[in-house]
């Protein structure tokens, strides 16, 4: 297992169109271990492969509501209870059959660290995917997973929750970030006090 590298806008690996994967092989199984360390070690919910400087069309993803460590399957919609089975979803090859309705939400990405803004999305999808062992899988989603489905799959088309926003918001923020780059994380270390 290995933490990956998660790039940042503007690099032009996050701008390609991603290939699908034909055969999912240990190889791939491997990288998918990697992806889920690296997701949840930066505390995300969803991490698409373009992200870790993979082009090939593979999203990984955890939106499961949790509190204190422990899942809060309460919480959760019907619909989003019945696309999980034990642990995160992990994704080849997502495509969207069916939209319906509107939602918003405030997103953010680890590709664009400390940016959050609202963005207008579909409210339920129907989507058809393979999973880790290379079945043909269809998942209906709403909620939050929905919101999180089409950000990563975003992703695999090279486009950014920041391209969905008005045109004014978009270029300040991609401006912002080309002049002055991310703020620096912010160290958790006690500080002297007298
Ligand atoms: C996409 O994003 C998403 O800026 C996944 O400093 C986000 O996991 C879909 C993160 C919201 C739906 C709603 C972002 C962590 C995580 C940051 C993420 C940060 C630390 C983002
Ligand atoms: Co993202």
Request: hydrophobic letters at 35%; aromatic letters at 6%.
């Amino acid at each position: 297992m290995a933490r990956l590298e998660i790039l940042t806008f503007p690099n032009p690996i996050l701008r390609k169109v991603s290939t699908a994967v034909e055969t999912v092989t240990d190889e791939m199984r491997a990288f998918v271990q990697d992806m889920i360390e690296t997701m949840y070690e930066s505390r995300g919910i969803g991490l698409a492969a373009p992200q870790v400087g993979r082009n090939i069309r593979l999203i990984v993803l955890d939106t499961r509501p949790k509190e204190n460590g422990r899942y809060q399957i309460e919480d959760m919609t019907e619909l989003e209870r019945k696309a999980y089975h034990n642990g995160p979803l992990v994704l080849f090859n997502p495509e969207v059959k069916k939209k319906q309705g509107k939602q918003t939400y405030e997103e953010g990405c680890l590709s664009v660290p400390t940016f959050y803004e609202t963005v207008e999305r579909a409210d339920v999808i129907e989507l058809h995917a393979l999973n880790e062992q290379g079945e043909k899988i269809v998942i209906e989603a709403d909620g939050l997973l929905s919101v999180c489905l089409q950000h990563e799959i975003d992703h695999l088309d090279g486009k950014l929750f920041i391209d969905r926003l008005s045109m004014i918001k978009s270029t300040r923020i991609k401006d912002k970030i080309r002049k002055h780059g991310y703020p620096k994380p912010v160290e958790e270390k006690p500080t002297e006090k007298s």
